[in-house]
């Protein structure tokens, strides 16, 4: 079954550390993406890769780094200098192929609770 | 800016029919998005528009209207498994990256 998945679903940490949450997906998609969704809010993008080592920064990639060393995968690192990091954190990735209507897949999120 | 407003929250009853509006302001256009969201789970996909006119699938329809700047998702014999949160996504150019709406609360009641 092809999918994206995300670990863990619910993670918590103290203020100050950094933490790394995981993202998979074996669609064969080229293009991945990292959101954030804060209640009230529509998602907003932090981080996307089109191609494998190649990832651009979104509206608010502070304090957030990425890396895409393989296409299957895209982790996201919450570093300790993002001021609000509690929050749901969506993967997604989608065929990136121009022309097509292209939708985005999410895997499960990740919920974060930093204190 | 870019912008994309949808009503907060909407009730209706089991076995009408709802429409959720979205309307949009961006820098461009390259097709709308709804996407259906369950508490606390994943977005999932459920219709697109590019050009103007109604897209129908199932219970589910969307119209869009880009002079106007308006779509809306239309829902038939609503089931109680509808009660979800639902998304408009605009995507803005050939980059892949959506423009996200806040998302609009539909609650069934029996």
């Known amino acids: 079954d092809g999918g994206i998945t995300q670990s863990p679903k619910y993670l918590f940490r103290k203020e100050g550390q950094n933490v790394t949450l995981s993202c998979e997906q074996n669609?064969?998609?080229?293009?991945m993406y990292w959101y954030r969704q804060d209640p009230g809010q529509g998602l907003r993008l932090i981080y996307y890769?089109?191609?494998?080592?190649?990832?651009q920064k979104g509206d608010i990639a502070e304090g957030y780094s990425v890396s895409r060393e393989k296409k299957e995968s895209f982790p996201l690192t919450v570093t300790s200098a993002q001021k609000n990091p509690t929050a749901f954190y969506l993967c997604?990735?989608?065929?990136?192929?121009?022309?097509?209507?292209?939708?985005?897949?999410f895997g499960p999120g990740t919920r974060l609770t930093v204190t | 800016g870019q912008n994309i407003d949808q009503p907060t929250e909407m009730t209706a009853t089991e076995g009408a029919i709802v429409q959720i509006n979205c309307t949009y302001q961006?820098?461009?256009?390259?097709?709308l998005f709804w996407y259906q969201q369950h508490a606390g789970e994943a977005p999932t996909f459920l219709s697109y528009?590019?050009l103007d006119g109604l897209e129908e699938k199932g219970r589910f329809s969307s119209f869009l209207s880009r002079s106007k700047g308006y779509s809306y998702l239309l829902l038939k014999e609503l089931q109680m498994k509808d009660s979800a949160s639902y998304l408009c996504?605009?995507?803005?150019?050939?980059?892949?990256?959506?423009?996200w709406g806040a998302g609009t609360k539909l609650i069934i009641k029996p």
């Open positions: 997604a990735s989608s065929l990136a192929l121009e022309g097509t209507q292209d939708e985005q897949y």
């Open positions: 669609l064969n998609h080229d293009a």
């Open positions: 890769s089109q191609i494998v080592n190649d990832f």
């Open positions: 961006t820098s461009g256009f390259n097709g």
């Open positions: 528009n590019v």
């Open positions: 996504a605009v995507k803005v150019d050939s980059n892949y990256q959506l423009i």
